[in-house]
């Protein structure tokens, strides 16, 4: 989303956060900082990963400007760094704006709680010409010539001339035989559908407009099980595609490398794409036109067992190239040397290298680096393997070699890269001949009987602690207590765990938000909507699973009866989250905030006692 509001508006404004707590980290943009009167633009506050739950956005518009639409949306990037996948979740709060009267107006700060505490981004200034007067140009062809008030008309679109412009060659994998839809519609495009397991492909989500230019507002990725993501660098520019005689805005929404993991027929989902322009939807309102991609399908096979080397893991699949190094060459025994390998290429670079094992050389594990990125649909780059080898035999060493064999898709063969490691001289260790001997160990059993000079009875027999039975009780007593001890201790910490964890469930978070709910609804209507509405969403996510706070408004209710949810729960639900909405901005006196309470109230008792389903 963020990648799309760049390119299709083309100013960004990043501001860092001024009053948001600690560990939070807070961007504020703006679409345009000059915009004319009826013109909609966008504000976004972006907090990266949050410490705990992001809801409520608020943005308070100056006289003159009204806020059209707004929105809160979840981010997920996965990136790759030693060999780990390391997840990032970001949220965007987005607001349309349309200004009624020119002038410099100062906005926001926009506003969102974070983990029940408020957190603002930064002030941001925006100046309103009057209708008409705004400079064109300066976004580069072809947006200067698209779904501007007094824009030139250009061929193939509403309005336009008859002779065929010089435009920019598009991208081939723009071009399709026909369009879906002579408004506007989106595409998901693999290339290649069919591959082997670790094998990359390419995937895009194109939008296509035949009414000139628009904007994105909201976007949603294709789902993807089974595959590993990169995200691609690729272009995301518009351009003029001719399908069928007419002529679509075409560009780049997303596009990624994936990495399947398994074979199989893998899926990868929908994605859909919200338009914006003055042929699309209502800018005035903020509203556009969604449009949703076809799911595509994926072929996984495992590559072919003939001339498949020996020692060939599954998934290494690319064009790959092994280096190293040794240091010292010359080492006494016992000493060790650093091996560092590098291992770079195309493809799904492998995390492991098979090692050379031999007797009296240990290899530890190693310290790894990588700098991998995806570029016009090809993820390359390297990765680092620092070992430190013991070597515990005396004279010349030779280390081997490291060997890694692929399957390289676009020879259709195997191949295998090769890094001799060479020899090392070991000498022996001068300190090893030089240690003394250890003593000789005494008879442990001498002495413990005396000497006898002629035969007779036995001597008295001495008594020992051991013989009696009082010690050996003592003894059994000193284990059994800390058994004991060790389990009554986990039992104590079993059930401390339960106990939290039943507070950490959502039901159990929403019964609570319910009882501040009714503490605050005498002096403090705002918050006590603010608990009422978190005790919903709680009590949603605990019987049916849907975060709703992640879902639009207005996609809610047939996203609840979707999940079995009484359809008349459902539209009491809805209503209930809008007059919580309209209760925190707005205000209200206290019997208003008692009924939102007593609604909410009576909708948590409803999802607790099974009471909510078709």
């Known amino acids: 989303m963020r990648r799309l509001v760049e390119a299709s508006l083309g100013v960004v404004c990043l501001v860092a956060a001024a009053e948001a707590h600690a560990q939070v980290k807070l961007e504020t943009r703006v679409s345009s900082q000059r915009v004319e009167v009826g013109e909609p633009f966008r504000i976004e506050l972006e907090v990266k990963d949050p410490p705990g739950d992001v809801q409520n956005p608020s943005l308070a518009a100056p006289p003159g400007l009204t806020v059209r639409g707004r929105g809160l949306m979840p981010q997920t990037s996965v990136m790759f760094f030693n060999g780990r996948m390391q997840k990032n979740v ?13 002038g410099s107006y100062r906005i926001g700060p926009p506003a969102l709680e974070i983990d029940g505490k408020l957190s603002r981004g930064n002030v941001v200034p925006v100046e309103v010409l009057p209708q008409g007067t705004k400079p064109r140009g300066g976004l580069g062809f072809p947006f200067d010539f698209f779904g501007m008030p007094g824009a030139p008309a250009f061929p193939g679109f509403p309005g336009g001339p008859d002779l065929e412009p010089e435009l920019p060659q598009y991208p081939p994998e723009y071009s399709l035989d026909r369009a879906k839809d002579a408004l506007a519609f989106v595409v998901t495009k693999a290339k290649p559908t069919e591959v082997v397991l670790g094998e990359g492909l390419r995937v895009d989500v194109i939008a296509y407009g035949g009414r000139g230019d628009y904007q994105g507002i909201q976007s949603t990725e294709p789902s993807r099980d089974g595959f590993i993501a990169y995200d691609s660098k690729d272009d995301s520019r518009g351009y003029i595609v001719p399908i069928g005689g007419n002529h679509f805005v075409a560009k780049r929404v997303n596009s990624w490398v994936l990495f399947p993991l398994r074979t199989g027929s893998l899926k990868i989902g929908s994605a859909s794409f919200e338009f914006l322009g003055r042929n699309y939807g209502d800018p005035r309102k903020g509203v556009g036109l969604k449009r949703e991609s076809e799911p595509i399908t994926i072929i996984v096979r495992d590559p072919p067992l003939e001339g498949r080397p020996a020692g060939y893991r599954l998934g290494d699949v690319g064009r790959f190239r092994i280096t190293a190094s040794v240091e010292p060459r010359t080492i006494t025994e016992g000493a060790a040397v650093s091996v560092a390998v590098k291992l770079e290429g195309t493809g799904n670079v492998p995390s492991s290298l098979p090692l050379p094992g031999q007797n009296g050389v240990e290899w530890a594990e190693p310290a790894k680096s990588e700098h991998l990125e995806a570029i016009e649909g090809k993820v390359q780059g390297y990765r680092t393997f620092n070992y430190v080898v ?65 035969l007779g009875e036995g001597a008295e027999p001495v008594r020992h602690l051991a013989d009696r039975s009082g010690f050996w009780l003592a003894l059994l007593f000193g284990p059994l207590a800390v058994l004991g001890l060790g389990a009554a201790t986990r039992l104590g910490r079993r059930l401390l765990e339960q106990r939290r964890q039943r507070r950490e469930q959502p039901m159990e978070r929403a019964s609570r938000e319910l009882d501040r709910a009714k503490a605050a609804r005498a002096k403090e209507p705002s918050r006590a909507a603010a608990s009422a509405e978190r005790a919903v969403l709680l009590a949603i996510e605990s019987a049916t699973a849907l975060k709703a706070r992640g879902v639009l408004r207005s996609e809610l209710g047939r996203e609840l009866e979707r999940r079995e949810v009484k359809p008349e729960l459902s539209s009491q639900i809805v209503e209930l989250l809008d007059r919580c909405e309209d209760l925190r901005f707005s205000g209200a006196p206290p019997e208003v905030a008692n009924q939102v309470v007593d609604a909410a109230s009576e909708i948590v008792h409803a999802f607790a006692r099974g009471r909510w389903k078709s």
């Open 90 to 102: 970001s949220y965007i709060a987005s607001w349309t704006l349309v200004a009624s009267k020119p």
């Open 390 to 454: 013991k070597v515990d035999r005396v004279g010349s060493v030779d280390l081997g070699e490291i060997a890694l064999s692929y399957y390289d898709p676009e020879k259709r063969r195997y191949e295998v890269t090769r890094a001799a490691l060479g020899k090392v001289q070991v000498q022996p260790d001068p300190n090893k001949a030089t240690r003394p001997t250890p003593p000789e160990e005494a008879d442990p059993l001498r002495g413990l009987l005396p000497a006898r000079a002629e």
